[in-house]
C-alpha cells in the first residue's frame, strides 16, 4: 500500500476538474481543496446538498481503507461555481482526489485535463453514478483528455468516442494511474441496451380487431396519440405493447437523446446507447411527480421523458389522478416539459406517443353485445367527464376496441406480422422525412396550422362534408387540425400525394368520442 503523505509546510491548493447534470445536460464543477495550518476541520462550502456534505464521512473512511489520512490540518473543499446547488454522491472521487494532491500524494500536473467522477464507498471502491452520457459530452465540448468514471458506468460515456473514458474500480487505481504507476483500462466496446422484455411480443399474435390494429398503424405511421376504449379483456394493453413493435428503429441522433435521458435518471445499467424505443408503462397512481418530472433534490425525468422516442401507456385513463392527467396537456404539444423551481428551470425532452386506455364506462360493457351495462346514461357521462375535453382534443385518435369473437380467437391463421406492418410504416415515415426536410418536423403529428394548410388541402366537396361534421359534433378548430393530420397519415399510407374523401372519413371516423352518447 502506499506510504501516507509527507508533512506539508506550506499551503497547498488542488483542483481536479468535475461535472454534474440539470436536466440531461452537464456544467462543469470544480472540486478546489485547501490544506493550511490551522484549528484541524473538514469544511465543505459551494451549495452541497445532504448527500455531498455527507460524503466527507465516506472520503475520510475510503482514504484511510486505501492506506491514507485526511491530515490534521484545516481542510476546506468549495465546489465551484459556488451558487449552484449540487446534489448525490458523485463529488466523492474528485475531492478524494484532490486531497491526494494537496498532500502531493498525486502529482497536480497529473490533473490537467482530466475529468472525474464517482461515489467511494468506505472501503475505497467505486460504485456507480448517474450522468455518465451527459457527462463525456461536457468533456467533449471542453476538449478534456480524458474522463474517469467508475467501472460500473464507464460503459454508457463510451458512446462519446472522441474522449476517452477511463474505468476504474477504486480510489487507489486511480491514484496509481495519476502517479504513472497503473494505466487505467480505456472503455472502447459498446453494449447496446435493448429495453425489452425477454420475450418478443408481435402484432401477428392479435387475433381479429382490424380496424383497432388499422389504428395502431396510423399512430405509429405519423406519431399521433391513440385513445383505445373496450370492455375488460378487450385486447387494449396487448395492443399497446405492440404499438413498439411497429415503429421505425431509432436512428443514431435519437438514440442519443433517448440515452441521455436514462443517463440522467441512472437508467442505463452501464449499458452505452438505447438502441430500442422505450415503451413505459406506469401505474395509474403515478404521481405528478412520477410522471410529469421532478422530485427532491434535483429534478429528475419522469416517466414522459422516460418515454422520449418511444411510448407512453396509460392504462385506465379515468382512475388516474386529474391534477396527474391534465399535466399532460403541454408536454403533449411542445414534446418537451419545464421543471422550475426557486433557483433554476430544467428542460427535459418529452416526445413520446401516447396510447391511452379506458373502459367506455364504470362497469366496463356499455355498447357491448356480449354482456348488458349497468351504469345509467348520466354515471356513463361522469365517467368520461374525468378525462377532459382539452386533453381529449390532443388525442388525434379514439378508437373502441370490440370485444372479439370466439371464431377469430380460435382461428389457427395469424394475422400481419409486426415486420409487415413496420414495412409500410417505414415507407410512410420517409414520405414524411422528405416532405418536412429542413423545417424540424419528423411526423406528420408534429405538423402546425401552416403545414396543415399547406399538406392538408381538401377538395370542395370533402372541405363542405367535414364542415358539416365539425357543426354536427361541435369538435374544437384543435379537433379539426388533428382530423387533417391523420387524414395526411392515411394518405401516406397509401403513398397518395392527395387526401382522398375516404382519407377524410376515415379519420372522422377514429373520432369515437366526438359523437353523442345515446
Not at 455531498?52 to 482514504?63: C, D, I, S, T, W
Not at 389522478?321 to 418529452?350: G, M, Y
Request: proline share 5%; charged share 25%; net charge positive.
Amino acid at each position: 500500500m502506499l506510504g501516507t503523505a509527507r508533512a506539508l509546510s506550506a499551503r497547498v491548493l488542488a483542483k481536479v476538474q468535475s461535472a454534474a447534470v440539470l436536466g440531461v445536460e452537464a456544467y462543469g464543477v470544480c472540486a478546489e481543496v485547501d490544506v493550511s495550518n490551522g484549528l484541524p476541520g473538514y469544511h465543505l462550502v459551494g451549495l452541497g446538498a445532504g448527500a455531498v456534505k455527507e460524503g466527507g464521512v465516506r472520503v475520510r473512511a475510503a482514504l484511510d481503507h486505501s492506506g491514507w489520512k485526511i491530515p490534521p490540518r484545516k481542510v476546506t473543499i468549495n465546489l465551484a461555481p459556488a451558487d449552484v446547488r449540487k446534489d448525490g454522491a458523485a463529488f466523492d472521487l474528485p475531492i478524494a482526489v484532490g486531497v491526494l494532491a494537496a498532500q502531493e500524494i498525486v502529482p497536480a500536473a497529473a490533473l490537467e485535463g482530466i475529468l472525474m467522477m464517482g461515489e467511494l464507498s468506505l472501503d475505497g471502491g467505486l460504485r456507480r453514478v448517474a450522468g455518465g452520457l451527459p457527462i463525456a459530452l461536457y468533456a467533449r465540448a471542453r476538449g478534456a483528455r480524458a474522463v474517469i468514471l467508475p467501472r460500473a458506468c464507464a460503459g454508457e460515456a463510451a458512446a462519446i468516442r472522441e474522449v476517452p473514458v477511463l474505468a476504474a474500480s477504486s480510489l487507489p487505481e486511480v491514484a496509481a494511474h495519476l502517479r504513472g504507476e497503473h494505466t487505467l483500462p480505456r472503455v472502447d466496446e459498446l453494449r447496446m441496451s435493448e429495453l425489452t422484455s425477454t420475450r418478443e411480443v408481435d402484432l401477428a399474435e392479435v387475433r381479429g380487431l382490424e380496424y383497432a390494429k388499422l389504428s395502431l398503424e396510423v399512430a405509429a405511421a405519423g406519431s399521433h396519440n391513440l385513445l383505445l376504449i373496450g370492455a375488460p379483456g378487450s385486447g387494449k394493453s396487448m395492443l399497446a405493447r405492440r404499438l413498439p413493435t411497429i415503429l421505425p428503429p431509432l436512428d443514431e441522433d435519437e438514440a442519443l437523446q433517448t440515452s441521455m435521458v436514462y443517463s440522467a435518471a441512472g437508467k442505463l445499467d452501464g449499458a452505452s446507447l438505447i438502441r430500442r424505443r422505450p415503451f413505459r408503462a406506469p401505474h395509474q397512481d403515478v404521481s405528478l411527480a412520477g410522471l410529469i418530472g421532478g422530485g427532491c433534490g434535483m429534478p429528475k425525468p419522469g416517466e414522459i421523458s422516460l418515454a422520449h422516442n418511444g411510448v407512453l401507456f396509460l392504462d385506465e385513463l379515468p382512475e388516474m389522478k386529474r391534477n396527474v392527467v391534465e399535466a399532460l396537456r403541454a408536454p403533449l404539444e411542445d414534446r418537451s416539459v419545464t421543471i422550475v423551481r426557486a433557483r433554476h428551470a430544467v428542460e427535459f425532452p418529452a416526445s413520446f406517443a401516447l396510447v391511452a386506455a379506458m373502459n367506455p364506462c364504470p362497469c366496463g360493457y356499455y355498447g357491448s353485445s356480449v354482456r348488458g351495462c349497468i351504469c345509467d346514461l348520466g354515471r356513463v357521462r361522469r365517467y368520461r367527464g374525468r378525462v377532459s375535453g382539452p386533453l381529449l382534443d390532443r388525442l388525434d385518435l379514439q378508437v373502441e376496441v370490440p370485444q372479439v369473437k370466439f371464431k377469430d380467437l380460435t382461428e389457427a391463421r395469424d394475422g400481419e406480422s409486426s415486420a409487415q406492418v413496420r414495412g409500410r410504416v417505414i415507407a410512410a415515415r420517409e414520405i414524411q422525412r422528405r416532405r418536412f426536410a429542413g423545417l424540424g418536423l419528423h411526423a406528420n403529428a408534429q405538423m402546425g396550422p401552416r403545414q396543415i394548410a399547406r399538406w392538408c388541402a381538401l377538395d370542395t366537396a370533402s372541405e363542405t362534408h367535414l364542415g358539416k361534421i365539425v357543426a354536427k359534433r361541435g369538435i374544437s378548430a384543435r379537433g379539426v387540425h388533428r382530423i387533417l393530420r391523420v387524414a395526411r397519415t392515411l394518405a401516406d399510407l397509401a403513398a397518395r400525394d392527395v387526401i382522398g374523401r375516404t382519407d377524410l372519413q376515415c379519420a372522422i371516423d377514429f373520432r369515437a368520442l366526438d359523437q353523442e352518447l345515446r
